[in-house]
């Protein structure tokens, strides 16, 4: 699993990425975590609002700290 948390690296960005490894290590999951500060690259991405978060392609959150059980959610695997 692959995921980018996207924004300049601000507290909030940085609370995020906190967030998502509380939850994978909460999960005992493991996964590929990287920080996109590339301000070209977020907005490639179409991310306009900061922080984002990215899993496998796929954009979760635009523009706020997801909470740790949200976050459990996106992982959950079907009938567990």
């Given at each position: 699993?692959k995921i980018e948390i996207?924004?300049?690296?601000?507290?909030?960005?940085?609370a995020?990425?906190?967030?998502v490894?509380?939850?994978?290590?909460e999960?005992n999951?493991e996964?590929?975590?990287?920080?996109v500060t590339?301000?070209?690259?977020?907005?490639?991405?179409r991310?306009?609002?900061?922080?984002?978060?990215?899993?496998d392609?796929?954009?979760?959150?635009?523009?706020?700290?997801?909470e740790v059980a949200?976050?459990?959610?996106?992982?959950?695997?079907?009938?567990s």
């Amino acid at each position: 699993m692959k995921i980018e948390i996207l924004g300049p690296g601000c507290p909030r960005c940085r609370a995020t990425e906190e967030n998502v490894k509380r939850a994978l290590a909460e999960l005992n999951l493991e996964a590929e975590v990287r920080h996109v500060t590339d301000p070209k690259e977020i907005a490639l991405r179409r991310i306009f609002l900061t922080p984002g978060v990215v899993v496998d392609g796929a954009v979760r959150s635009i523009g706020r700290i997801p909470e740790v059980a949200e976050i459990k959610q996106w992982f959950a695997r079907p009938g567990s």
